[in-house]
């Protein structure tokens, strides 16, 4: 019992990690067309969004951001070297799909660097779920551990909220920006710089007012 | 001493201002007064979607000016969707006076703005044609005086010297009346629109001594051509029994309407002047008519496009990745139950591998190339040249592309109906089109032009001698003797002479693609193929073309038909 808590990966989170690999995987056979010539290609109606791939990454990454926050103030590690793992473990996932970056060249080349814009945004959106959902349990917003549905929903009205900016007049459009998911669809398209740098400077501004909040935190409550 | 001081003093700031001011104020005084004056189409009459001829004047030009002349549409409109088009009408030094040149019309409702830039960009001069007032809905008769149309029609008639530069420029006639002399650059032209397909009328009879002329026999087909008189007193044209040729008319059981085959058109050669046609044989002659047909391969293009095999990766070859990608999170998860940091090291490593793997696999399947281009190049050469081109894109992206450059500055794009359901631009860039091509879309081009003079054969009873370059592209070449191909060797450039023994039927050739039959098959359904000497050159290649940080996978298919002499 001792020696499985501590594996890297525990059983409920190989759960997410291997949802993750798989659905972005299955994303990125389907967005490979299923034709063998210009023609098959022309006429055919299905066509499946090479988008979904880095969508389905964001949602995932998010999902197991928000787990592993969950978890870790669960045992009550919370301090800044836990920070750091929290950190590595969510990096770790993304950098399992950097052989599914290299194949996205295939679904939309000449994109490489909205990409890997992609590819560097999603850790710190899920990075800011799990130093979030910590927060809440650790504020007492979710008082017992079998409350973390509540930390999904949390996450979830913020990947999908802000996205409903997007249906309103152009000049709220861009607090979409503000869900990781409108970002992401964002930085798929031919991307200004203030985009980029709203989108990350979003999550960034995020992650330091949770973490800050969350290291003071855990002083205070070491010195007590 | 006093004077050294005098030639080093520096000359006044208010003189140099003084000049400097002089000559801006001459200079724009001299850009102000530059004229545009334009006139589209004959007399104004042309079609939307086809070529129209250009005249354009230029007046109040100090000096000749190195710059541009642009010509803007906006094609469509706010309902249907709109295309921005752009293209150079002439580009380099342009001087006072009369510029003639055959552009593109896009959209027939819309007006046209000509703009003059110099080369640093600036406008010198703009004007705006309105197009729309005398715009056709079908091609139309054009006059050539003093060849006059019946009383009551609309259709246009021009001097000869108002006659297009351009065998292209006639695209939107569909037949052109001649009844007098033209010049021999003239007489070209209207033999090259001929040969791609065009239909003209020929009036002859006693005005034939002022139209004869080597270039107007070339054009008849005329080898034995005489003068008779008939019992009504009109003089008629005949050459001898007029071989090669259909008599449509008749009067006193002579021909009065002959039609003789030019290349895929037809030249019909009325044997009296137009003054000695009654009504009846007007009307009729009319009826007779077989309308211009250009000969296109905008479709055999587009099929031929669509028979490119894609490029990129194969399913197979991303399942397995994802597999392995699987794979590694297992065994990472199954060793950190026993070595939990040895694991993290084990599932970064093998990542790095399956990443490293994916790299060299897509590199492989050159996915960069999701941009598809097929080309087709057909020339004649028939005493006279002329070469089409036609171009058809396709993306799995929307982009601007450029163009293939055989099509020039100046192409035709194939608009759709509907403009709303995409984003249609047309520009040139340094001198080469560049047109915008949505995701899974196709768009075509077609422009036309003058062919290179490339191949060359003679022919006697038992050899055929055949003069040409060398081609990278390894030619298929046939020699066509009435129909029968005969073939030639592997082409190696400069001389070749090809014994005429045993042939097959022209439609018996065997091609190395289906793409070259398919070609090969559309161009003989219009053209003469089985009548006389022939070279019949195919040439295809594909190959990879950067264009920015992606391919263009490129197809060409070249056709070349040269008539032999010496039979």
């Known amino acids: 019992m001792e020696r499985h808590r501590s594996n890297w990966i525990e059983w409920p989170a190989f759960q997410i990690y291997f949802g993750l690999l798989l659905s972005c995987g299955i994303c990125l056979v389907l967005a490979i067309p299923f034709a063998d010539r210009v023609g098959d290609l022309r006429v055919s109606s299905w066509h499946f969004p090479p988008s979904a791939f880095f969508l389905v990454n964001v949602f995932f990454l998010a999902i197991l951001g928000t787990h592993l926050g969950s978890r870790i103030e669960r045992l009550g590690r919370i301090d800044a070297r836990t920070g750091f793992r929290l950190a590595a473990q969510v990096a770790l996932a993304q950098f399992l799909l950097t052989p599914y970056y290299v194949l996205a060249r295939a679904i939309a080349p000449g994109s490489e660097g909205s990409h890997w814009l992609v590819y560097t945004y999603a850790p710190l959106a899920a990075y800011l779920c799990a130093v979030g959902s910590a927060r809440l349990r650790r504020r007492r917003v979710l008082p017992s551990p079998d409350s973390s549905p509540v930390a999904y929903a949390v996450m979830l009205g913020y990947l999908i909220v802000p996205i409903l900016f997007r249906l309103g007049p152009s000049w709220v459009r861009s607090f979409a920006l503000a869900s990781p998911l409108g970002a992401t669809l964002r930085f798929l398209h031919p991307v200004g710089r203030w985009d980029a740098l709203s989108g990350f400077g979003v999550v960034v501004v995020g992650i330091v007012a949770a973490l800050f909040g969350r290291i003071q935190h855990s002083g205070r409550r070491t010195r007590v | 001493m006093n004077a050294t001081l005098r030639i080093h003093r520096p000359p006044s700031r ?48 100090s000096a000749p000016l190195d710059g541009t002349l642009i010509a803007r549409q906006t094609a469509g409109n706010a309902w249907r969707g709109t ?35 110099d080369r640093s960009g600036r406008l010198i001069a703009a004007a705006t044609v309105e197009i729309r007032s005398r715009r056709r809905e079908q091609p139309f008769p054009l006059y050539v005086a003093p060849a006059r149309p019946p009383a009551g029609s609309v259709d246009p008639v021009i ?7 351009d065998w292209w420029g006639f695209d939107a006639v569909s037949s052109l009346w001649i009844a007098g002399p033209l010049s021999s650059a003239e007489w070209q032209t209207v033999t090259q629109w001929a040969l791609a397909g065009g239909s003209i009328v020929v009036f002859t009879g006693a005005d034939f001594y002022r139209i004869d002329s080597p270039a107007a026999r070339r054009l008849l087909s005329l080898r034995q051509s005489t003068l008779t008189l008939w019992p009504d007193g009109s003089l008629a044209l005949q050459d001898g029994d007029w071989a090669d040729a259909t008599v449509l008319m008749k009067r006193h059981s002579e021909p009065l309407l002959v039609r003789r085959s030019a290349g895929a058109g037809s030249v019909f050669i009325v044997t009296v002047r137009p003054s000695d046609l009654t009504d009846e044989e007007r009307t009729s002659l009319a009826e007779r008519l077989q309308a211009a047909n250009i000969m296109r391969y905008d479709g055999p293009t587009a099929d031929l496009l669509a028979q490119i095999p894609l490029t990129g990766p194969s399913h197979a070859a991303v399942v397995l990745i994802v597999v392995c990608c699987l794979s590694v999170l297992g065994l990472g998860s199954a060793i950190g139950r026993v070595r939990p940091r040895g694991a993290v090291g084990f599932v970064v490593v093998l990542s790095s591998c399956c990443a490293a793997a994916a790299g ?41 592309l450029p163009a293939s450059p055989a099509v020039g500055p100046r192409p035709l794009l194939a608009l759709d109906p509907a403009l709303l359901s995409g984003t249609y631009r047309l520009e040139a860039r340094d001198g080469l089109a560049a047109l915008t091509v949505d995701a899974r879309t196709t ?79 559309s161009f003989a359904e219009r053209f003469p193929l089985h009548a006389g000497a022939w070279l019949l050159v195919l040439e295809e290649d594909g190959r990879l073309e950067s264009f920015g940080s992606t391919m263009m996978n490129v197809r060409t298919i070249v056709l070349t038909i040269v008539r032999g002499s010496g039979v």
């Open chain 2, 14 to 61: 208010g003189g140099v201002l003084a000049t400097m001011l002089l000559v801006l104020c001459v200079h724009a005084a001299s850009s102000s007064a530059v004229t545009l004056r334009a006139e589209v189409g004959f007399v104004g009459h042309l079609v939307g979607g086809r070529f129209a001829p250009i005249t354009l004047t230029v007046d109040g030009l």
């Open chain 2, 360 to 400: 060299f696999y897509i590199n492989r399947a050159n996915v960069d190339s999701t941009v598809y281009r097929m080309d087709t190049i057909v020339s004649v050469q028939d005493g006279v040249r002329i070469v089409l081109f036609h171009s058809a894109l396709f993306s799995t992206a929307s982009r601007l």
């Open chain 2, 159 to 165: 001097a000869p010297s108002d006659l297009p530069a």
């Open chain 2, 443 to 521: 768009r075509s081009l077609r422009a036309c032009g003058v062919a290179a003079d490339v191949y060359r054969m003679s022919v006697s009873d038992t050899v055929a001698s055949i003069h040409g370059p060398r081609s990278e592209r390894s030619p298929v070449m046939f020699v066509l003797i009435d129909g029968v191909a005969h073939a030639v060797g592997p082409w190696l450039g400069a001389e070749q002479v090809v014994e005429l023994r045993a042939g097959v039927e022209i439609e018996a050739i065997e091609l190395d693609s289906a793409a070259q039959a398919e070609l090969l098959r």
């Open chain 2, 83 to 117: 295309a921005s088009i752009e293209f150079p009408v002439h580009s380099g030094t342009i001087r006072n006076g009369i510029l003639r040149t055959t552009i593109p019309i896009h959209d027939d409702l819309n007006p046209i703005e000509l703009l003059l830039h």
